[in-house]
């Protein structure tokens, strides 16, 4: 089992900001992809048919053979991962976020994340465990993840779309901005640009991919050393731009692309 592949899942492209870093620390591991671009975004949508979604999308993974999960959707992991049933290790990327985030802010913390997640009030629960002292603010951005699935990561409206999301944070003087969505980090030039240096961008992708290394570790899961890696992504809808995005995120072109079907 430990030469089997960790499945990764998200609503679309954003997860494979997370996929990236665990290949980053992980190189000898395989990963299978699944990308829900069929019924996304998450973001909008009820917890009810968020978790109807993930446990779908866990079904997949462990018919194709995972190992482990990790749950790269913020929306899933803040609304149906409490209540997830899952037969493998089960890893989100919320708690591993609001750590980094917790150890790295100066007492001022803003979240961005799609509606769902900010309705969740999971960012803000994680951190307080983490820090009681934080002043927490958060600010739904809805249309981001649109921008980038459009692949609209320069264009000048995002700026502006960009702006319009983070002044409120900024004029209550947060001092760290987490990135609640995987689909954001692609965004962190121009988030960076409008946030200015005295704000510290957090994105979970690193943190989660050292908890993932921990878990597969302690539970005897780890792939060799000397394992050749095998990575392949699958996608409910929209093959096309997703294997451009992809390639442009992951840098390595032509990695196996397969449209599913997830039931």
């Known amino acids: 089992m430990p030469d089997h592949p960790i499945g990764v899942f998200d609503s679309g492209i954003g997860g494979l900001t997370v996929m990236a870093a665990l290949r ?58 409490p209540s997830l049933a899952s ?25 961005i994340a799609t509606e769902a997640t900010v309705r969740s009030d999971a960012y803000p629960t994680a951190l307080r465990r983490q820090r009681s002292d934080l002043v927490i603010l958060s600010q739904a951005c809805p249309l981001f993840v649109p921008l980038v699935e459009e692949g609209w990561h320069d264009d000048p409206i995002t700026a502006q779309v960009v702006e319009r999301y983070l002044r409120p944070l900024l004029d209550a003087g947060i001092d760290t901005l987490v990135l609640g969505c995987t689909h954001y980090p692609l965004l962190a030039p121009v988030l960076a640009q409008v946030a200015g240096p005295g704000v510290t961008l957090v994105d979970s992708a690193e943190a989660v991919a050292e908890v993932v290394a921990d878990g597969l570790a302690q539970a005897g899961l780890a792939a060799a050393s000397t394992s050749p890696a095998r990575h392949h992504l699958c996608v409910t809808d929209a093959g096309e731009s997703f294997q451009h995005l992809a390639d442009r995120i992951l840098r390595e072109p032509g990695l196996p692309l397969e449209w599913v079907e997830v039931v």
Do not use: H, M
Request: charged share 20%; with cysteine; glycine share 8%.
């Open 24 to 81: 980053r620390r992980l190189p000898q591991e395989s990963i299978l992809y699944l990308g829900d671009t069929a019924r996304l975004p998450y973001g909008s949508k009820s917890p009810d048919t968020v978790t109807r979604y993930t446990r779908r999308n866990v079904e997949f993974l462990v018919a194709r053979g995972v190992k482990a999960i990790v749950v790269a959707c913020n929306t899933a992991s803040a609304l149906a991962l």
């Open 87 to 111: 037969p493998l290790p089960t890893w989100g990327v919320i708690e591993p976020g609001a750590r980094k985030a917790a150890a790295v802010s100066r007492g001022r913390v803003g979240v």
